[in-house]
């Protein structure tokens, strides 16, 4: 497709239930970012994949999230056991290459917890 | 640490009014890249324009102007004769060489209101 695009664009869930939210980034992309947004903040980091490794899992609040991208391209945002807090939006992003490339951004899959 | 302070929370403007939005900046790093993006209602976040540490030459892009100043720390974006669809929240953005995925770190955002 032309950009990133993400599924579900909206996710409701009891609390203690697990998610899985799609990013497909942009064809060709090595770069695939995952950001938390709360309300009224800006992004915040949560990992990175360069292909299909997983480079950094800093930002990811918790032993409850887990991400992958087996195969370099599509990835997926896994949340087990969802709590209140978790409720936000997940921005995906991708880029080129590597090194302070221009991010393009998905539009985001807006998580609630109930 | 890296670190971005966008102090304007809220700002509302009239129509046809310029108006800047402020960012200021803070990293150890000499290499770096500062970013400005726009979020509309619709909530995906536009790539507006990248600079690296090395070129403070400031830029126009039709309506849109930016002001890179390493000695201030800052990378100010201006408005000129603001329309209506300019109304989003704002973000300016860092992403260092130091952190091995060059991650963004985002501002708090300023939600610019341009009044009919």
């Known amino acids: 497709g032309a950009g990133v695009s993400q599924s579900p664009r909206y996710k409701v869930a009891k609390r203690g239930q697990d998610v899985a939210l799609r990013c497909d980034p942009i064809s060709g992309h090595v770069s695939l970012f995952w950001y938390q947004q709360a309300l009224g903040q800006g992004p915040e980091f949560l990992t990175y994949?360069?292909?299909?490794?997983?480079?950094?899992k800093s930002g990811l609040p918790s032993d409850r999230f887990f991400a992958e991208r087996p195969e370099g391209s599509v990835s997926t945002l896994k949340i087990q056991r969802t709590q209140q807090e978790d409720s936000a939006v997940y921005l995906c992003a991708s880029s080129l290459g590597v090194g302070g490339l221009v991010q393009y951004f998905g539009p985001g899959t807006r998580l609630t917890v109930l | 640490a890296q670190k971005v302070t966008q102090a304007q929370t809220e700002i509302s403007v009239v129509e046809k009014e310029d108006v800047t939005l402020d960012c200021v900046y803070e990293t150890r790093d000499t290499t770096y890249y500062l970013f400005w993006y726009k979020q509309p209602p619709s909530g995906e976040l536009v790539f507006l324009i990248r600079r690296n540490s090395f070129d403070e030459q400031n830029e126009i892009s039709g309506r849109y102007s930016w002001n890179f100043q390493k000695s201030t720390s800052s990378f100010n974006f201006t408005i000129t004769a603001s329309q209506v669809v300019d109304s989003a929240v704002y973000f300016c953005a860092l992403s260092t060489y130091q952190t091995g995925a060059n991650n963004l770190f985002f501002g708090t955002g300023t939600r610019l209101t341009v009044i009919p």
């Open positions: 994949f360069q292909n299909e490794a997983q480079l950094d």
